[in-house]
């Protein structure tokens, strides 16, 4: 086979002897993907970071090299990506993924980057991954397998003795599958290179250039692996703790259609970071049936004398509710789920986690791996719960259980319902649950966010049979909950990260639930919070006219390691309000090893209404987050006790945060901004026993409009959540009559307002 030189590299290629005449040297236009490590945010870990979807492999155990995005090294900027292992047993590999709205690509593909294996010294290669690109296997429901290699591969070879490497080339899959031995041979470790693979479908074949930065030369046509699949993911460097070592340095990594004439590459991906400023009200702000909450200033125009006021959870004495009673339920229930009430039967169901861990995979059963089922309770009373036989799961034989979803599918055996081999992360039980009534499709009235090997959505019409969607999005870790915003007919995610060194939260949208954007880093911990506090996780939700949310903080200091209950709020998910910083669900006591000392997850949000009252449900733990005990005595995963059970907690209704008078003595006064006041009379939500609240509706100069003046109203004295605002000589129109915005303004006076709305 003839060889040539590449010019300006000192290398050799094989040319393809099939060709007699050598195409012109094509470039992508990076429509799929474009990395180039110059918006990579150092401290974040778990988003698409500007294209990197894994640089390394953190919360992995294992021996591990060297994975940077470099800072004044590189082909072009000042970054580049880099990766390098000294020894066989360590691993060092660099995780690329395509853009989430890249377009379909059915058509020829063009790869392209560049690449030396170091800055000067030069090192032995073993295997050494220069460029493998995946796409995603199933192996079945509910159980999404490993990536496999897709087109071709190109591995290097040197020695540090020779100063340089050699590609070896993987072809075929199959039968096909054969490795090109030393397909350019004689490349100086110290040089880029630039490799370009342009990929026909239609040919099914995979044509190779490579050599020095714009003077490359054609290497050959192979064979695809996998023609017809599309590209997801880009691997690079050492992925193998027994066979590979080396080094390499990446840049202008770059995937996409043929870059044509009068065509600009497109730019290379976007920093993680969601870049969204709280958003601002339309003015006039509706006044309707829905409540108007004081969590925040969205409503007032100004204050005198106020201050806001975190209302907490009572918990129910009877607690714990829900017991480990059935075999299936392993060690603990837990959060995970949700909690929803029929309106027409009056009927709880609560979807928890059982912890079950078991030994596997098949046929050893040597490693004790994570599995968790969701399982399904009823009640009539929200107190006293039965675990209704569902006959969907086999466990031990029997499908008499009250399994609703689990790792595998109804025809499996039990000892299968476990995370896939290649699923490092594990398996989970779903972690949350929407309702949606009102969906258009009765098949997706209850939606669930499962992690296996990434998260899946399931969609359910009744709650107990569900239906796998497919894998839907893979940036985040375990404690990544679902939610739905109804103002922009959005779901969203609250994917759990890591930046700044501990846990942060991350944001990602769909319209559908299926077609994700990436996940953007959104929120980390400040120096209002505790030394050392993490957000671990958030329960979210809808509620009258904004957004809630639980926030599980982690707190991390030593002698703590518990997780209790905080409250967020947002005009817009995309941007949360954190002024309360107490628990709004405290955790037990310690020292008595109450039940919930440790370790809470809500499992209802939205919280349940009953009468006047909030109710939620929640999973409390007697071990910390390090699974020790109330004496600090570590204790095994695997022994056989219970560590986890499931409560409630209730709260007035709409009763989260109230406003009232600053000081003793002192009358608060709240002046709203411009509102339309959309129905006949005014309510309030209000504890105004032993005090009184006092209304009036002003022009939007603040000029008190005649008739509706704080002397004319009806003051408020009493505790109740519904409360008439009455003017007096008004009887039937309580309200202004003119089409014109006016403005409320309340005197507190040794009372309380949670809400208020027009009725």
Known sequence: MPKRKVLGVGGKVRLDPSKSEIPSTPRSNAEILHVDGENFEDEIIGPNNAGILWLGEPFVRGDFGVTQVTRGFSFAGSRALHAATTQIRQRAQIKLSKRWDAPASNGVLV???????????PVRMSRWIVWRTLVEKSTGPLTPGEDRATSIELIANGSAASKTYSIDLIEGRGRGKRTCHRVISGLRQNQWTRFILLRDPHLRVVRVWAGKPNRELFVGTFTDRTPLKAINHVLLGDDSSKTIVGSGYWDQVRIGGVLRSGMRVRLAEESPILRFK????????PVTKAKQLFVDDWLLARSRGIKRTLHQF??????????????WEGYAVLGGGGVFRDESTGEFRLWYKAHNPIFGPPPNYKRKMKRSFTCLATSSDGIHWIKPNLGIYKYK????NNISLAAGTTAMAEQEMFEPPATRGGVRAVGSITHLPEAADPDRRYVGWMRIRGFSLFTSPDGVRWTDRGKALDQGYDATTLGYDPVRRMFYISAKIK??????RGYAESADGIHWTDTKFQMVCDKRDLPGDQMYATDHWYHETLHLAFMRMYHHEPGQHRLDIQLMSARDPRHWDRTFREPILVTGDRATNEWDWANQTIISAPPVLVGNEHWVYYSGRIVDHMHRDYTFKTRGKGEDWHWGAIGMAKIRRDGFVSVGAAA???????????VDLVNGSLYINANAHGGEIRVEFTDLSGKPLKGYSAKDVVPITRDSVSQKVVFRGRQKQQLPTSATPVK????IDRASIFTFWTA
């Open 111 to 121: 790869s392209e980057f560049v690449f030396r294996p170091v800055k000067s010294k």
């Open 278 to 285: 709280a958003p601002q009200p339309v003015l006039p702000i």
């Open 314 to 327: 009572e918990k129910y004495p009877g607690n714990p509710l829900i017991k480990v009673d059935k075999p």
């Open 397 to 400: 034989g029997s499908k008499r």
């Open 499 to 504: 930046a700044d060194g501990g846990r942060a």
């Open 664 to 674: 003793s003595g002192s009358i608060g006064v709240i002046e709203t901004k411009p």
């Open 744 to 747: 409320i303004r309340f005197y």
